[in-house]
């Protein structure tokens, strides 16, 4: 049986998505993968030139030789490739699918199975919140890291262990926003980052809001009221 | 500016300008300087050039010092503009809307003078609506023609208005209780070959009265022509390579370690200059991708870099090149020879030699440009660059060593080196007439296919000058020349001009514009670019006339360089050299009795020399 505090993070977890990472119509998509290719170059503090086509885009840090790009069909169907690159060739790391026409388990209705528990707006806590921001975004339970000296040398300000690129992650839209968050060697702006989501969502999840966060809040671009 | 605080930080020619740019960007070098700078912002009251080439960082330096010093000028005036607005661009204007600015702020009572109703015809009402005007950001053909005229009126009446604004400032000190610092940036975008640079000279001088910085490109800072020779310079060269590699880094933020294996190559082929460096690091990480081997995109990042800065670029001798290359060593007088186009003023102005260091007396240490250099080191070398230009220029262009005659203009002359050479036992060549020599080689170069305007104060002199020129260059077989003096008369100065073109076929045409220009015809010759595009053409106008047709040959100036004659003949020339002329000219005159025209000619031009050194 989930305690009540366990309850209320499994709640977190599931609006944070909601709320967050599941556009669906045709304009949301666009509007929301557009504000995520325009944040990259402030966040990885890089030149980077926007894509035309924000729906079908690469993502490419070339000082660190990565580069990854993606096919969102819908929130059940979808492919992010990423490369590495070594001079003129690009090599696949790996290719992270997801289709859900294949069984998973619906935590959702699981959820809303559960006897809701009555409390007041107070009761969700920061440390909850950053709880499962952590899960999701910062430090995902299950990830891998990258085992490879020529993409992440010597000399870089983080190490290969502090990338942790999620592993059963069957949201794309949290699996690129993730990648956005691991690929930045910027330890200064990590921090900056995940101090404000966390304000952001509390700001959000205190509200008891159901209205999706837009794109330009979730990615910096507005400030929350 | 905003800045990446940790990541990449490209920019190419922005320069630093607060302290959190400083923190992130900021790398310590030109220490010396620095401190000669610092020394003269607290006890001088002098004015000062900082110069550099394009690209040493001549303005961060400049922004770093007076942070550092907390000193900031009270005036700044920014000449750099390439605006649609006219006023943006017209050195006197800038003077005048800064000064009043500050003296509006500064709260003084301007009403002592307020000639601007009468001098702009009713246009301007007094000094607070000319800052209107200023600041009006109407783009209409009404407003540009108002400003346009205002800046005609103000700049033919220049030396009445620099006079109310060199009073405005004397009590705009008087409030602030201190001498004024000035600040004139931008001078280094003036390249010398630019007519615009001319219209900076008395604007120059008038700020040279003051405690005035001035940013400046190398070839000013190394020029002894122009109204701020006699100035305290402050040279920033370009660096070494391991200053150049520790600001990459800083521009590379955490990313860093992605250029560790061909940094120290960026940084040789920069050459020491920043810009360039910087620029080389832009072009590899944009064609990282695009090459098989770190080696094929080292070339590849070379050759897109040299494109950048020189496709357009028009190039240097090969002779001087070659000679930078095997020597590496420039003595600051070849930097100023006169009219040197194809030389090294070119070669410093667009890059394609670096300064580095003082070497000993006006020698400096220099090497070309790693990223032109293969362009040439393939021909014949040369061993004495200043030996060529000073001495054989002329004979390897293949002029003949006797003068001919053309129209009726001028009478046959035999080239007065010659002619003194013949005269004297022991062969004297005299320096002035090499700086002549010089002088025609440098105008009548058959590369040129240019237009100049010879302007000069003395005109006894630029008649001994023409006729040295006029002889050398009826010398050239190939070359032909026709001089004619346009003078007021029924023959309309277009048609005088056009007629000249029209009935004779030669290379290159000289008019004497002596007796001045009416309102009208300088209108009439303004509208003429488009038929003097086509010409080699030399015009010969008195310094006086050109500063009143300048500001309204707002078409022609575009097309024309000035070469101010007295100036180019002063520069050349030390004393001793004319003292040792006068006594060879005496020993002459001792042993012939009957000296030659062209021997008096030259009399005139030393003894003119000798009174102005």
Not at chain 2, 84 to 94: M, T, V
Not at chain 2, 345 to 354: E, H, K, L
Not at chain 2, 407 to 412: R, T, Y
Not at chain 2, 496 to 501: C, D, F, K, N, P
Request: hydrophobic residues 40%; aromatic residues 12%; charged residues 25%.
């Amino acid at each position: 049986m989930l305690t009540n505090r366990e309850q209320i993070k499994a709640e977190i977890w599931l609006k944070i998505i909601m709320l967050a990472f599941s556009p669906s119509k045709q304009d949301d998509i666009f509007t929301w993968l557009s504000c995520y290719i325009r944040s990259i170059p402030k966040f990885w503090e890089i030149e980077f030139s926007p894509a035309r086509n924000p729906l079908n885009a690469t993502i490419e840090n070339q000082f660190i030789n990565i580069s990854y790009d993606y096919k969102i069909d819908s929130l059940s169907k979808s492919v992010i490739n990423v490369f590495v690159h070594r001079s003129s060739e690009k090599y696949i790391l790996w290719s992270h699918d997801i289709d859900k026409s294949y069984y998973s388990l619906p935590s959702n209705s699981i959820l809303s199975m559960l006897k809701s528990t009555s409390r007041n707006k107070e009761e969700i806590i920061n440390e909850e919140i950053e709880s499962v921001l952590d899960g999701l975004i910062f430090h995902p339970t299950v990830h891998q890291h990258i085992i490879d000296d020529n993409i992440f040398s010597a000399g870089a300000s983080i190490s290969n262990h502090e990338i942790r690129i999620g592993g059963c992650i069957d949201n794309p839209f949290l699996y690129l926003f993730q990648l956005r968050y691991q690929f930045c060697l910027l330890g200064s702006n990590r921090i900056e980052e995940k101090n404000r989501l966390i304000g952001l969502f509390s700001r959000v999840l205190k509200k008891k809001s159901t209205i999706q966060i837009s794109a330009g809040e979730l990615f910096g671009f507005s400030l929350s009221k | 500016m905003i800045r990446n605080k940790d990541g990449i930080n490209f920019d190419e020619g922005i320069p630093l300008v607060d302290l959190t740019e400083f923190e992130t960007l900021y790398v310590q070098c030109h220490e010396k300087q620095q401190i000669e700078f610092i020394s003269w912002l607290t006890d001088s009251t002098s004015p000062l050039l900082v110069g550099g080439q394009i690209g040493t960082g001549k303005s961060t330096f400049i922004n770093k010092t007076f942070s550092d010093s907390s000193i900031y000028p009270d005036l700044t005036f920014h000449f750099d503009q390439d605006s649609i607005d006219i006023f943006e661009n017209n050195p006197l204007i800038i003077i005048v809307k800064e000064i009043i600015i500050k003296a509006l702020n500064e709260n003084i009572d301007l009403s002592f003078t307020n000639p601007l109703y009468e001098l702009t015809d009713g246009q301007v009402s007094d000094w607070q609506n000319l800052i209107e005007i200023f600041q009006l950001n109407d783009f209409s053909l009404n407003v540009y023609n108002i400003k346009k005229n205002i800046a005609q009126k103000l700049q033919l009446n220049e030396d009445f208005v620099l006079g109310i604004m060199r009073e405005v400032i004397s009590r705009i000190e008087g409030k602030m209780g201190h001498k004024i610092f000035c600040f004139a940036s931008g001078f280094d975008k003036y390249s010398k070959a630019n007519v615009e640079f001319y219209f900076l000279n008395s604007v120059s001088l008038f700020l040279s009265k003051y405690k005035t910085l001035f940013e400046v490109n190398a070839v000013h800072i190394f020029d002894n022509t122009w109204a701020l020779k006699s100035c305290q310079k402050i040279f920033l060269s370009s660096l070494n390579n391991d200053i150049v590699k520790e600001i990459l880094k800083k521009r590379m933020g955490v990313y860093s370690f992605s250029i560790d294996e061909i940094i120290n190559n960026l940084c040789a082929l920069s050459g020491g200059n920043l810009r360039q460096a910087l620029r080389l690091l832009t072009n590899y990480t944009m064609m990282k991708y695009n090459y098989e081997t770190l080696e094929s995109c080292l070339i590849a990042t070379a050759k897109k870099t040299s494109q950048d800065f020189f496709a357009f670029a028009s190039r240097p001798s090969e002779e001087l090149m070659k000679y930078i290359f095997k020597e590496k060593i420039i003595s600051a007088t070849t930097i100023s020879l006169p009219g040197d186009k194809e030389t090294a003023q070119r070669s410093i102005y667009q890059n394609w030699i670096f300064i580095y260091e003082h070497f000993e007396g006006d020698k400096w240490k220099v090497d070309l440009n790693p990223l032109v250099q293969h362009l040439f080191l393939n021909s014949n070398e040369i061993t004495n660059y200043e030996t060529v230009l000073l001495n054989s220029y002329a004979q390897s262009n293949q002029i003949s060593s006797y003068g001919l005659t053309f129209g009726n203009q001028l009478q046959s002359k035999t080239p007065l080196v010659e002619e003194l050479k013949k005269s004297l036992s022991d062969s004297y060549v005299f320096n002035t007439a090499e700086i002549l020599h010089m002088i025609s080689a440098a105008l009548l170069s058959t590369d040129r296919t240019d237009r100049i305007i010879i302007a000069y104060r003395d005109k006894e002199i630029t008649e001994v000058v023409r006729d040295y020129i006029f002889a050398k260059a009826n010398s050239f077989e190939y070359q032909s020349f026709f001089h004619t003096e346009i003078v007021m008369s029924d023959i309309s100065v277009q048609n005088q001009l056009l007629e000249a073109i029209k009935k004779n076929d030669v290379n290159i045409y000289s008019f004497s514009f002596s007796s001045g220009l009416n309102d009208n015809d300088i209108e009439v010759v303004d509208k003429m670019r488009d038929v003097f595009l086509s010409y080699q053409m030399i015009w010969w106008l008195q310094i006086d006339d050109l500063k009143y047709y300048l500001p309204k040959w707002t078409q022609l100036r575009q097309l024309f360089e000035i070469f101010i004659l007295e100036d180019e003949l002063l520069a050349s020339i030390n004393k001793n050299e004319i003292e040792e002329d006068l006594k060879a000219y005496s020993e002459l005159k001792l042993k012939s009795k009957n000296i030659s025209i062209t021997m008096g000619s030259l009399a005139k031009v030393l003894l003119w020399l000798k009174g102005k050194e």
